[in-house]
């Protein structure tokens, strides 16, 4: 739907408005319900019901920042109120931890190379560069290339402290788990790089990677700022520089793939400019506790993140919201529906968290905050239970464990999964996608974080959403998206938060 017709849809809500609605929701009491013999199951229509709100265009893509995250913390404040949850005690925002954000765009770049003091000239189709302030410049600065930049060790393989750093793309082939090409551009940048070049990988469309960089770029605010330049260089144009220098790029990438590779200073130099529209702001992370009825100093942390891309498209497309349905209003609504069965059958005896994280689609950055920051101290946490863009599956599918490899954890898992009548997945694909979901940031924090359910077990059916409506305004709620298998999945976690907050099932640390 065009911007235009957006504040036509429902009334718009300024921050004060927020403030209400969220101290009114905080305010809704209930009386404890009466104990349930048995939880009742999650039916599809009460996910739908959530997600047909959080992903309508009223919400605009819960953008962080935007009224859409207003509308989206309103809703989902209100829905845990009315649940029975608490605000966390002790916060200056009840419900809220609020992060810190820095927003770039880029404006403006440029890059002019020299090759053993000769001008080599790179086109627009070659190069893209851009800056982390709002002005900045480099000066006859020493490239070095560095392969994929760390060893096999995970450690920055190169001496890059005042130069400009040239980094393949793709996930080095010699190692497991190593960091992906975000963290190991900002360990450049820690490591005294002036500037990071990306080697764009042949299969990365060159108009996609300059739309990307000319996107907003967020970061939290005490993070540092990343390197001084930034940016993509084609391979082609990477080729052409070094033969002009008299080196092969074939033989340099190749010889990266050694897990003991230490880097090349290339006879290059460049003079870099790049410009940018600079914004401060602060979005939210949403908490709320479930006290449990016999507290041992453990608890059981239910996350999902609220965010997506907001508005995604420029002036004039047809559709410019990217409405996230299935990524990951369908996470929230499980969220939600979750903490009602907890809440309204018998309390738990453990302490159960629910967290709704802001701007995971900018690099798991609430994820992150609330890790350095958390409201529970992060020892007391038994284990964190992410989940992400579920809806993709039909009933019946196989439950595939992201983060598996814990015996205790991992028959936890199977006992409730086979006790509901699902089968297990144990062939491991799913921990392709460890990396990119949240509770990663927990686990790098010693946290024991698993994504459970069906939606990872089937790579068919979760790549063809990868390459259809994954991150574009097609994601947006119909009839058409699956929800059996993300109910049976909500029924799953609520077995799971009963199993995890057990004090006598669960002892609360597993080696």
């Known amino acids: 739907m065009p911007l235009r017709h957006l504040h036509a849809i429902g009334a718009v809500m300024k921050l004060s408005t927020l403030r209400a609605a969220v101290a009114a929701a905080a305010l809704i009491a209930v009386s404890p319900a009466a104990y349930a013999k048995g939880d009742t199951p999650v039916a599809e229509a009460d996910l739908a019901q959530h997600i047909r709100v959080l992903a309508s265009d009223a919400f605009e893509g819960r953008g962080p920042g935007t009224e859409g995250e207003d509308r989206t913390i ?27 954000f820095v927003e770039t765009q880029a404006t403006g770049g440029s890059a002019r190379f020299k090759v053993a003091d000769q001008p080599f000239a790179i086109g627009d189709d070659g190069i893209i560069v851009t800056g982390s302030e709002a002005s900045v410049a480099l000066a006859d600065t020493p490239l070095v290339f560095v392969g994929y930049g760390v060893d096999a060790d995970g450690r920055v393989n190169a001496d890059v402290a005042g130069k400009v750093a040239v980094m393949l793309f793709d996930t080095p082939p010699f190692g497991d788990k190593l960091p992906r090409y975000r963290e190991r551009r900002q360990m450049l940048a820690d490591a005294g790089a002036a500037g990071v070049l990306i080697v764009a990988p042949d299969a990365m469309p060159w108009n996609e990677i300059r739309e990307s960089l000319g996107a907003k770029t967020v970061r939290m605010g005490s993070a540092p700022a990343g390197p001084t330049i930034s940016g993509y260089i084609a391979p082609a144009a990477l080729d052409a520089m070094l033969a002009k220098a008299g080196q092969n790029g074939v033989a340099l990438r190749a010889a990266a793939e050694a897990g003991d590779y230490r880097g090349a200073l290339l006879p290059v130099t460049g003079d870099f400019t ?12 949403i908490v709320a506790k479930l006290p449990g009825a016999k507290p041992d100093g453990k608890a059981v942390l239910f996350l999902g993140h609220w965010d997506h891309l907001g508005i995604c498209r420029p002036e004039g ?29 018998p309390r738990p005896d453990r302490d159960i968290y629910f967290l709704a994280t802001t701007s995971e689609e900018k690099g798991l950055l609430g994820a992150r905050w609330f890790a350095d920051h958390p409201v529970v101290p992060l020892s007391d946490i038994t284990v964190a239970l992410n989940i992400d863009t579920i809806a993709i599956s039909p009933r019946g599918t196989p439950v595939a464990t992201i983060g598996r490899g814990k015996p205790a954890y991992d028959a936890v898992v199977r006992d409730v999964a086979t006790a509901l009548g699902r089968t297990i997945d144990s062939d491991g694909e799913a921990d392709a996608f460890v990396q990119r979901q949240d509770g990663w940031a927990l686990g790098a924090k010693g946290v024991t974080s698993l994504m459970v359910g069906g939606s990872f077990s089937d790579m068919k059916l979760l790549e063809a959403f990868l390459g259809s409506d994954y991150h574009r305004p097609a994601d947006e709620f119909s009839d058409k998206v699956p929800l059996g298998g993300a109910a049976e999945d909500a029924d799953l976690h609520v077995a799971l938060g009963r199993a995890f907050a057990d004090t006598k099932r669960w002892p609360g640390t597993a080696d």
Do not use: H, M
């Open 274 to 285: 790049a410009t940018a529209a600079v914004r401060n702001f602060a979005s939210n992370n």
């Open 317 to 345: 497309a047809a559709d410019r919201i990217c409405n996230g349905a299935v990524d990951n209003a369908s996470g929230i609504a499980v969220l939600i529906e979750v903490a009602k069965r907890l809440a309204a059958g």
């Open 74 to 100: 309103a809703y989902i404040v209100g829905e845990w109120a009315k649940a029975g949850l608490q605000a966390v005690p002790g916060s200056d925002t009840p419900w809220l931890q609020p992060v810190p």
